[in-house]
């Protein structure tokens, strides 16, 4: 039986991620239609903590968490804080208020907050040409939070657009307090969760938020758990270890996005709008240039 090389099985990795990442704007939607956004991050942590355990248990990796130091251990344990607790609270209020196509495009932006937090926390300086990507991007960020409408400047959902905004600050921290984190990938993922979702699950039974769940909602919620929060994070991980060019494995992520639109007109309904197309668009030139810049001074 012949044997697939490295870079072949890193890149069937990837697109695994990618798909997966594609779906999720729609699997969010569908799952705010049931329950609230408190009520989704609860139930999907739930799910994630129980997937992440198994493969832990499969792997062996397990026994990597008894061979833990105290500081190690803690500060796994208050990042959950951060990722899954107040990352996707925040993600899934701006799909509640947001449209899913609007959302989703501003999701991307995270990778723009990255260099520009890194500047004050890790004392990196900001490069020129991140700050050009930033702001390339994030006129397309007023183009959607507008609707195109520059002139007035009057943003269609004030709330939604800062909860989106917000989560990308979150998810720009998660990723740069983890620059400190010495725990393997998935084990420090997995206590992420040891530590949210208990608090989560407490919050949501003091205000009833799962109170008349539904299938629809439920399964909502173990696909997000599954597939969002745990199976795109170990094909990506995996692709990333697989691959000999990193620069080239992460254009990948550029397929997202149309995906994910093509899939928010099927399944939703949502007619896409032209300032979601071009502000998307200004959102991924400036990631591109971004990257493209980055390989170069490789």
Same mark, same amino acid.
């Given at each position: 039986?012949?044997?697939?090389?490295?870079?072949?099985r890193a890149l069937l990795n990837g697109?695994?991620?990618?798909?997966?990442?594609?779906?999720?704007?729609?699997? &969010?939607?569908?799952?705010?239609?049931?329950?609230?956004?408190?009520?989704?991050?609860?139930?999907?942590?739930?799910?994630?903590?129980?997937?992440?355990?198994?493969?832990?248990?499969?792997?062996?990796?397990?026994?990597?968490?008894?061979?833990?130091?105290?500081?190690?251990?803690?500060?796994?344990?208050?990042?959950?804080?951060? @990722?899954?607790?107040?990352?996707?609270?925040?993600? &899934?209020?701006?799909?509640?208020?947001?449209?899913?196509?609007?959302?989703?495009?501003?999701?991307?932006?995270?990778?723009?907050?990255?260099?520009?937090?890194?500047?004050?926390?890790?004392?990196?300086?900001?490069?020129? @040409?991140?700050a050009l990507a930033a702001a390339i991007?994030?006129?397309?960020?007023?183009?959607?939070?507008?609707?195109?409408?520059?002139?007035?400047?009057?943003?269609?959902?004030?709330?939604?657009?800062?909860?989106?905004?917000?989560?990308?600050?979150?998810?720009?921290?998660?990723?740069?307090? @983890?620059?400190?984190?010495?725990?393997?990938?998935?084990?420090?993922?997995?206590?992420? &969760?040891?530590?949210?979702?208990?608090?989560?699950?407490?919050?949501?039974?003091?205000?009833?938020?799962?109170?008349?769940?539904?299938?629809?909602?439920?399964?909502?919620?173990?696909?997000?758990?599954? &597939?969002?929060?745990?199976?795109?994070?170990?094909?990506?991980?995996?692709?990333?270890?697989?691959?000999? @060019?990193?620069?080239?494995l992460s254009t990948l992520i550029f397929?997202?996005?149309?995906?994910?639109?093509?899939?928010?007109?099927?399944?939703?309904?949502?007619?896409?709008?032209?300032?979601?197309?071009?502000?998307?668009?200004?959102?991924?030139?400036?990631?591109?240039?971004?990257?493209?810049?980055?390989?170069?001074?490789?």
């Amino acid at each position: 039986m012949a044997v697939i090389p490295a870079h072949q099985r890193a890149l069937l990795n990837g697109l695994g991620a990618v798909l997966l990442w594609s779906t999720v704007a729609t699997a &969010f939607k569908i799952s705010l239609a049931e329950v609230s956004p408190l009520g989704l991050v609860t139930l999907a942590s739930m799910v994630s903590w129980v997937f992440l355990l198994l493969v832990l248990l499969v792997t062996g990796e397990w026994q990597k968490l008894r061979e833990l130091e105290a500081t190690p251990l803690t500060r796994a344990l208050l990042l959950g804080l951060l @990722n899954p607790g107040l990352y996707y609270l925040l993600l &899934f209020a701006a799909y509640d208020l947001l449209l899913a196509q609007e959302a989703m495009a501003l999701n991307y932006t995270w990778a723009l907050v990255l260099p520009v937090l890194a500047v004050p926390l890790l004392r990196q300086p900001l490069k020129r @040409n991140d700050a050009l990507a930033a702001a390339i991007s994030y006129f397309g960020v007023v183009i959607i939070a507008t609707r195109g409408d520059l002139q007035s400047l009057s943003f269609s959902n004030p709330l939604g657009v800062s909860l989106a905004l917000g989560s990308t600050l979150l998810w720009a921290l998660y990723w740069i307090a @983890n620059t400190k984190n010495v725990v393997a990938p998935i084990p420090s993922l997995f206590l992420n &969760f040891t530590a949210a979702t208990p608090l989560l699950l407490a919050a949501s039974l003091w205000r009833g938020e799962l109170v008349g769940l539904t299938a629809t909602g439920a399964l909502g919620a173990s696909y997000v758990g599954v &597939f969002e929060m745990g199976v795109s994070f170990i094909l990506w991980l995996r692709a990333m270890r697989l691959t000999d @060019n990193t620069a080239r494995l992460s254009t990948l992520i550029f397929l997202a996005p149309p995906l994910s639109l093509l899939l928010i007109w099927a399944f939703l309904g949502e007619p896409i709008m032209a300032s979601t197309l071009i502000g998307l668009i200004l959102i991924l030139g400036g990631l591109g240039w971004q990257q493209l810049s980055t390989a170069r001074l490789a």
